[in-house]
């Protein structure tokens, strides 16, 4: 269900309560939620990810992102959210897109490749084509 974009970031579709312990046995030290919440009857209430997060020692942080786009908040926050962590993290929305492209924009923003950061995401089943213009902008503004 998870699957590794980087050598600290995983990816994955909408996770529930059990999935935590799997997160945990992996070293996951943070989870970031993606999807905002209500956009479906059948996904789990980020609270309740965060509560079975917390509980199982792990930090979360939210950073939702409908499909209306990108913010530079969004973008900002997620390099915030992946900096400074000591282990690996997962990220999730609805199918791990939204996810991997915002990862993708943060990565670019930091200076990393933009072939790398596709090569990347592509590996694990992600395709950045949607911002590809993006990634190639932030990546020459660093």
């Not at 994955?12 to 939620?33: D, T």
């Amino acid at each position: 269900m998870f699957r590794q974009v980087s050598e600290t970031v995983f990816a994955s579709p909408q996770i529930g309560i059990e999935a935590i312990a799997e997160a945990k046995a992996l070293g996951i030290v943070r989870i970031i939620n993606n999807r905002p919440e209500g956009e479906s009857d059948d996904q789990v209430p980020g609270p309740d990810i965060e509560a079975a997060a917390r509980d199982a020692g792990i930090d979360y942080v939210a950073i939702p992102v409908t499909h209306a786009g990108f913010s530079q908040a969004q973008v900002d926050a997620m390099i915030e959210a992946l900096d400074g962590v000591d282990g690996p993290v997962l990220a999730y929305c609805r199918s791990g897109t939204r996810s991997t492209l915002l990862w993708a924009l943060a990565r670019a923003k930091a200076g990393d490749n933009p072939a790398v950061i596709a090569s990347k995401a592509a590996a694990a089943g992600y395709d950045v084509t949607p911002v590809r213009q993006l990634i190639e902008m932030f990546a020459a503004g660093s």
